[in-house]
């Protein structure tokens, strides 16, 4: 075990997509009580900076692992399909006509009730493309095809931030009258 | 019966069986010192018997201070050289102090931190809180009778970097081993938590005199995990006295413009906030210019004037377990701490919004400090089985300044530290050879509504292309909160770094000039107290090398273990010397000759975290 070991074999977990979030939880937790620099404060510098660097790396794999898209896109990169997201935004066509009809129905959204519809087919979409990537990464080993539905996750992520930002200001709206 | 320890023959047993570490909650108003005594925490009193101490300060013109209580009484009779309320400042300059031109200081302006003018000359509100935090130490020496081995000290957990290493600073000044500053709801919860046994999601709503902080934990097993924070660095019980009092003028029919109707105004609301606390009704009762101001005030009307303030902090409540991805469904209970949730449309407006009634079996003034004492002692490892474990997180999003004044976060809020985090940036222009980083803070889009915390160069990049150089900066925030910056040229490996301090806070030779005036340093006793942390350090490492040799000796070869041993023998002749330089030195080779034996043991932390498991997830 090293600073340059995967996240999985840091977390003593397969490579795989599948994953228990109470598990991924629990080795964080059980790995930061070996690692953190509070139980080294009293044994002086040198020790603070070497807990330092395992406990950042240790958070840093547990934020990948812990979101399924980060955790997708991280396999795609093991296995050699890296998504280069901001290099690479080409998507199907059919993919951005739906993107351009959920803007259109969230322009026109004028109440939290048509908004909830709305984030019902987005979190649908969402469920289905994880799904996907879980097939594709542990049945089907095709992280090419992978790297495709990582990239509609992180469309679709984008766009619910924007929808709960929405959310947000009709609810503090309907709050002040 | 209690057995006898007896050491293996050859060693020496521990000098010191238990550290003496204290926990202090640095107030507004006021400040407390705690520690961990026959298993229980317990704030210290000074000789008096009172456990607060008023976080004043008064500089008299002729070189003696008074502290505390003493000098809360000269506020009204010398208030130019009577500081109180330093923590606003701390770490501000003084476009950032909102009503300075309300307050009777000279302020010095300057672009880090404001200065103030008083008999003594210019203080810094670091020397200030310095002097605030030395009180409190020496009556932890005296109570303990003993060096303290560290404190831990609490901080707002919306303190941003320039606050947090402020507070730093003053505890270096007041000569104490910052253990770890940790946020005040999060020693609030550690208070509650291990009273109390509790699991599960809490939220800790900490109201105080100037600040609103709320924190989202989840409890699992002695991990105390901090899941969201969020607050108003600008809200507490001073605003309630205010919007009571100008309650009160509009219903009177009365205005006042002296500053002195303004002071007595606000004295007034105080005393009638704290009397509606008890009662359901109380007469409001000012000394104005000319006549008395008696009006008579209800709970509900003190409610009313009040509403928009309780609704703010909701606010944030709601903000705080957005970010957390909870409902108050999943909030198995909410902590009150900070005098100001003892008004009662606070707790209802708490308890109603949770549907619970708040936790406030604990005093809320003393609640963070009784926190503070029970992680220093287990961070001085007098806890050794203790399984406390504290993961915070940063409250504040850290960015880089980008093309067009926009801010490019690196370090979302609500991460969980120590963290680091690397973005690639590249140049701008053909052949440009140095880059300007500016380092902000905050959740805003525009560098202009974040703070700034730093600016410094990355310079000899070769000359390339516009786009072509890859110039990798790295964000690094330990274990205090405290955030270092360095960027990378990938290509040429041209570095810069900066710890983000200078430019806001006091540089190191600032703090060795004020060691140099403060009033325990004369030449010679800057030479004694230097010999004393030398041997502190020294006896520090020894006791650390010590008990890790026990617990994991097994892990070095003979000749590595007869090496550490040298080292370890020399020290131990050396720090009788009277030379700090000397003992600094073995100190330093010990700490270097076991940096290996440091990462065996870290190795084997791990492979222990880890055992047994793989089987079961194979």
């Known amino acids: ?177 | 019966m209690a057995l006898l320890q007896i050491s293996e023959p050859g060693e020496s047993p521990n000098p010191h069986q238990r550290r003496i570490a204290v926990g202090i909650d640095l107030g507004t108003t006021h400040s407390l010192v705690a520690c961990v005594r026959h298993g229980v925490a317990e704030c210290l009193p000074d000789a008096q018997g009172a456990v607060i101490l008023p976080s004043v300060v008064r500089y008299l013109a002729d070189g003696g201070r008074k502290i505390g209580a003493e000098a809360q009484v000269a506020l009204a009779l010398d208030p130019e050289n009577t500081i109180a309320s330093v923590k606003r400042f701390m770490g501000r300059s003084l476009s950032d102090v909102a009503g300075a031109d309300k307050l009777p200081y000279r302020f010095a302006d300057h672009p880090g931190m404001l200065g103030l003018h008083t008999a003594q000359g210019e203080k810094s509100p670091v020397e200030v809180s310095a002097d605030i935090l030395a009180t409190l130490r020496y009556r932890a020496e005296d109570t303990m009778g003993d060096d303290l081995f560290g404190a831990v000290i609490t901080v707002p957990a919306y303190f941003d970097d320039a606050q947090r290493q402020a507070t730093k600073d003053a505890a270096q000044l007041a000569g104490l081993n910052v253990l770890r500053l940790i946020h005040e709801p999060t020693a609030a919860a550690i208070a509650y938590g291990l009273d109390n046994g509790s699991e599960g999601v809490y939220a800790i709503y900490d109201l105080g005199g100037g600040t609103f902080d709320i924190s989202i934990l989840r409890l699992t097993r002695g991990v105390f995990e901090v899941v969201a924070t969020g607050g108003d660095s600008a809200l507490g019980g001073d605003d309630y006295d205010q919007a009571l009092a100008d309650w009160v003028m509009a219903h009177a029919g009365r205005t006042v413009s002296s500053p002195a109707d303004k002071a007595a105004l606000k004295q007034a609301a105080r005393r009638c906030k704290e009397a509606l606390s008890a009662t359901d009704s109380v007469a409001f009762q000012a000394q104005l210019t000319g006549s008395e101001l008696v009006f008579d005030v209800t709970i509900s009307d003190f409610e009313a004037a009040t509403q928009a303030l309780t609704a703010r902090t909701l606010t944030a409540v709601r903000q705080a377990l957005r970010d957390a991805q909870l409902t108050v469904q999943e909030v198995q209970g909410v902590v009150m701490v900070g005098g100001s949730t003892r008004m009662p449309q606070v707790q209802r407006a708490v308890g109603s919004y949770f549907g619970r009634a708040p936790l406030n079996n604990l005093n809320p003034d003393e609640v963070v400090a009784l926190g503070a004492a029970l992680q220093a002692n287990q961070l001085a490892g007098n806890n050794a089985g203790g399984d406390l474990l504290l993961l915070d997180v940063i409250p504040l999003s850290l960015g880089l300044e980008t093309m067009g004044g926009l801010v490019e976060r690196i370090v979302p809020r609500n991460e969980t530290i120590p963290t680091a985090k690397a973005q690639d940036f590249t140049t701008y222009q053909d052949g440009q050879t140095a880059l300007a980083l500016h380092v902000v803070q905050g959740e805003r889009d525009l560098v202009a509504d974040c703070r700034s915390l730093a600016r410094f160069e990355l310079r000899g990049i070769p000359p390339m292309a516009a786009g072509a150089a890859r110039i990798r900066v790295t964000f690094t925030v330990d274990a205090d909160g405290l955030l270092s910056v360095s960027a990378l040229e990938q290509g040429s490996g041209v570095e810069a770094h900066i710890d983000v301090k200078p430019s806001y806070g006091l540089a190191d030779d600032q703090i060795a000039r004020m060691l140099q005036d403060s009033f325990t340093t004369a030449e010679a006793d800057m030479q004694a107290r230097a010999l004393v942390e030398a041997r502190v350090d020294a006896d520090r490492m020894l006791l650390a090398t010590h008990s890790a040799l026990s617990a994991d000796g097994d892990l070095l070869a003979v000749d590595e273990r007869d090496a550490v041993d040298a080292l370890m023998a020399a020290l131990r002749t050396i720090s009788t010397c009277d030379e700090a330089a000397q003992i600094e030195a073995a100190t330093q080779a010990l700490a270097k000759g076991t940096e290996a034996f440091a990462a065996l043991r870290m190795n084997r932390g791990i492979l222990k975290a880890l055992a047994g498991k793989n089987i079961a997830a194979v």
């Open chain 1, 1 to 177: 075990m090293n600073l340059q070991s995967s996240d999985f074999e840091l977390f003593g977990l397969p490579a795989r997509f599948a994953q228990e979030r109470a598990e991924i939880d629990q080795r964080w937790k059980d790995l930061q009580r070996e690692t953190h620099p509070d139980r080294f404060a009293a044994q002086g510098a040198a020790a603070q900076r070497l807990a330092m660097q395992w406990s950042v790396r240790i958070n840093e794999a547990y934020q990948r692992l812990k979101d399924p898209i980060k955790r997708a896109a991280y396999l795609c990169e093991l296995r050699g399909a890296p998504v280069n997201a901001e290099n690479n935004t080409a998507m199907p066509a059919a993919f951005l006509m739906q993107q351009m009809a959920w803007r259109e129905a969230l322009d026109d959204a004028g109440s939290v009730a048509e908004l909830g519809g709305l984030e019902q087919q987005i979190m649908a979409s969402r469920a289905s493309a994880l799904q996907a990537c879980a097939t594709l990464l542990d049945d089907q080993g095709d992280a090419q095809g992978a790297v495709q539905q990582v990239r509609a996750l992180m469309f679709i992520q984008r766009f619910n931030h924007d929808l709960q930002t929405r959310q947000e200001r009709l609810e503090t709206a309907q709050r002040g009258q």
